[in-house]
């Protein structure tokens, strides 16, 4: 049975991305600092502890690497901890991992879409300059730069998902708080700026995608964009979230949740996955917000 090393198995894409081995029928380990049920084994481990990662790595030996660990929160304000833990994690990790003598069959680095910063492209390739304008994506830039270094050691894919969301995404990010609204049936939203667009995936077809791409020996070595190519405006989200919860919201921009450099649209080109692992089926944006909405119902 392949052993998967999953870093980051307790966040959000995390638990999704072990439903989705566990039933394919792999043996899961997770590293992190918090232990994981659905794991088969937990290594509990600071990623930017380099001693104690070279030990986990050694102790699993693993068939196949998911790295998903990460500060994925773009206005996080510790800049600090986004560089340690992106850009110093990956480095500890890659390196135990090169030191291995029977090395994992491939190496998924998740990296993000916000690497190409405000471009000006109708559709985004991989093939576009990476020009990030925050602290996040400089992480991310910096991090697939670090990852060549090992590009002749590792069976390393990296991929550049855009913006999904699902059931468990912490209320910070915008689906979820907008979720959170319509459930409570709030007559007010405050938001940033409403006039972005932006793909919104759902984690169940991320998940499944990391899955095909790790079994399909042509991907090595490849950056790969993670995206339907379609992209919705805050507006259009909140007209779905209209008709499924049945009442018109009131918006209020708050200056406070502007951000500064906002990407005004960000959408990619699929093209390179399409070829790599065949089509894929994405789930329609207004089926994820009925199934985020359905399940906030049940919690209240």
Known sequence: MKRVLVTGANGFTGKYMLQQLKIQGFYVVSLGMIPVKAADENFI????????????VLAVKPGWVIHLAAISF??????????????????????SLAELQNKPEAVLLASSAVVYGDVRTEVVTESVDVAPVNDYGVSKAAMEQLAYLWKDKLPIIITRPFNYTGVGQEERFLIPKVIDH???????????????????????????????????????????????GVAYSVQEILAMMEKIAGYQIEIKVNPDFVRENEIKRLAGDNA????????????????????????KKTEL
Request: aromatic fraction near 10%; proline fraction near 1%.
């Open 74 to 95: 773009v206005a996080h304000d510790d800049t600090d901890a986004i560089y340690k833990v992106n850009l110093l994690g990956t480095k500890y990790l890659l390196e």
């Open 272 to 295: 390179l996955l399409y070829a790599t692992i065949g089509m894929q089926s994405f789930l329609v944006l207004e089926e994820t917000l009925k199934w985020m909405y359905l399940a």
């Open 45 to 56: 481990c600071d990623l930017t502890d380099k001693v104690a990662v070279q030990e986990a």
């Open 182 to 228: 319509f459930t409570r049936k709030s007559s007010l939203i405050e938001l940033g700026n409403i006039d972005v667009e932006r793909e919104f995936g759902d984690v169940r077809n991320v998940c499944q995608i990391y899955q095909k791409l790790l079994q399909t020996p042509q991907a090595i070595g490849k950056t790969f964009n993670i995206c339907s």
